[in-house]
Each structure stands twice: as C-alpha cells, then as structure tokens.
C-alpha cells in the first residue's frame, strides 16, 4: 500500500495558481460588463464586421425593444409576486408551489426578451470598434440596457430565493 502512495508523491514543484495577466484584463471587463470605450483601439487590418446603415436608428429601435420587453416583465411582475407570496410554506410539488414556478419560469423568459436586444448592441458595439468607430452612442445605450437585465435579474433571485424558504 506504502508504495502505491509513493507513486504519487510529487517533488514539490507545482504550478502557479496566480491569475495570468489575460484573465486579470478579461476579469476587469466582465465586471464592468463592457470594453473600455478609451482609448480607442485602431481598426484591425483585413477584418470587418457587417453594420447596418443607419446606426443611430437601429440603435433606438433596439432601445425601445428593451423598453417595451421591460415593459413586459414589469406586467408579469406583480403575478409573480403573489403567485410566489402564495406558495410560502407549501410543500415542493404542491399545486402552489408549481404555480409559482411556472409564473417564475415564465417571468424569466420575459427577462430573456431584455437579453435579446442587449446581445444585439453588443454586437453593433463590437463591430463599431472594430472598424474604428468609437462606439460612445451603442455604448450608453448598452449600459441602460444592461441595467434592466441587471433589475430583472436582482428581481428573479429574490423571488426565486422567498420560494425556496
């Protein structure tokens, strides 16, 4: 048994676990949830990303499809709400628990259509940046947009969390 165990002693020489520099950068974006704006990259050689024509107006009509499935999820909000308040203390798989998780289930697909759009910046963002642009406008509109997803889904784990007591 002793020499088993030997097999799989090491000398002692173990790799770093220290974050390596790209996933420090990378970890930096995520938490801002965004690339830095500044300062502006220069435009990669031989790469292009499609954009549609008018810019501006996509980027208002994907706000006002954030707006209106915001919209949405607000409606169903309240429903959630008492659907999840009327399953306290009920047993798992009781006809007011499934309720409740239907009506979360289906609250967060309406969290999802946010998402929709918000994914769609993101892509108008990048290739902007790509090309050269400076992204600013698809920017600010991205950062609105994320901050209803970030809502929804502070509003989705508190409900989910009351249904889980």
Do not use: H
């Amino acid at each position: 048994m002793a020499a088993l165990l030997c097999g799989c002693a090491s000398d002692g020489q173990f790799p770093s676990l220290a974050k390596r520099p790209a996933e420090l950068v990378a970890e930096g974006r995520i938490a801002r949830s965004a690339l830095p704006v500044t300062p502006q990259p220069a435009p990669v050689e031989g790469l292009s990303l499609p954009l549609p024509d008018d810019i501006p107006g996509r980027v208002a009509a994907l706000i006002e499809a954030g707006r209106s499935a915001q919209a949405r999820f607000e409606a169903r909000r309240a429903a959630t709400a008492s659907a999840v308040a009327a399953a306290a203390g009920a047993e798992r798989a009781s006809d007011a628990w499934s309720k409740a998780t239907v009506a979360l289930a289906d609250l967060s697909a309406a969290r999802s259509e946010t998402a929709v759009p918000l994914a769609e910046l993101d892509q108008l963002y990048v290739a902007q940046r790509v090309g050269g642009g400076d992204g600013n406008a698809i920017a600010a509109a991205r950062d609105q947009m994320t901050a209803w997803v970030a809502d929804e889904d502070a509003v989705l784990a508190g409900l989910e969390g009351r249904l889980k007591n």
